[in-house]
């Protein structure tokens, strides 16, 4: 079983829709949760990141992380055009000990959003 | 705002040959990653480094991959003698400190490697 796993996609949704990104674990010691953005041939770049279970929300972003499941998701409402990009999500465990902040990422879902 | 950089933006080389990428992270971070992204794969760790040594590696990271902070500004990855298979696309990352839950790894633009 893959540590992290991600639906490629790719996924391509109409201006203005709810996108839904997931990803499942199965490493019970990842402690934070991140999901990046990225464009092509360019750097990752965070855009929300998450401790622990719950929700968080940013603007039209919104996290969930479910650790009990081992399944984490991106929530992006009113989606633009600029909003397209590939979604990587990444997960740490907690610093300390053998870990020195190493990522593991998913796959990343490729989406378009088209006006 | 403060931004990791890369060196060279991409970097063509022959099968054997040794190359060095070169990164310069945030000013004030401590701890200095190394990634790389096969195309159409997954980012993936090879390297950590902290107090001026490695401190987590993968498989990945073999003894043909040396890193190293030669001035306390600069973070190189050597790949001593390169392979095909070795082209990808290498990111550098850096992070303030690894213990708070608010702490990030800020990536900087990669060098793409290509193996002829």
């Known amino acids: 079983q893959k540590e992290v796993e991600q639906d490629p996609g790719p996924l391509s949704v109409p201006e203005g829709a709810i996108v839904s990104l997931n990803c499942t674990y199965s490493?019970?010691?990842?402690?934070?949760f991140m999901w990046y953005r990225q464009y092509s041939r360019k750097g990752p770049e965070l855009l929300m990141y998450?401790?622990?279970?719950g929700n968080k929300e940013d603007g039209r972003f919104t996290a969930q992380v479910d650790k009990s499941s081992k399944y984490i998701s991106l929530f992006i409402r009113d989606s633009q055009p600029s909003d397209s990009a590939t979604y990587l999500c990444?997960?740490?465990?907690?610093?300390?000990?053998?870990?020195?902040?190493?990522?593991?990422f998913g796959q990343g879902t490729i989406l378009t959003v088209h006006p | 705002e403060p931004e990791v950089t890369q060196t060279p933006s991409h970097q063509v080389t022959q099968m054997g040959q040794e190359v060095i990428l070169r990164c310069v992270p945030i000013?004030?971070?401590?701890?200095f990653y190394w990634y790389r992204q096969i195309l159409g794969q997954k980012v993936e760790f090879l390297v950590s480094?902290?107090?001026?040594?490695?401190?987590?590696k993968s498989e990945i990271f073999d003894d043909q991959f040396s890193v190293e902070r030669p001035d306390g500004s600069n973070f190189t990855l050597k790949i001593r003698s390169t392979k095909l298979e070795d082209s990808a696309m290498y990111f550098c990352?850096?992070?303030?400190?690894?213990?708070?839950?608010?702490?990030?790894?800020?990536f900087g633009p990669g060098t793409r490697l290509t193996v002829l």
């Open positions: 990444a997960m740490r465990e907690n610093a300390g000990g053998t870990s020195y902040g190493k990522l593991t």
């Open positions: 000013s004030n971070h401590l701890y």
């Open positions: 480094f902290y107090n001026n040594e490695i401190s987590e």
């Open positions: 998450t401790y622990s279970s």
């Open positions: 490493n019970s010691a990842f402690q934070y």
């Open positions: 990352a850096s992070m303030r400190s690894a213990g708070g839950p608010i702490d990030e790894q800020f």
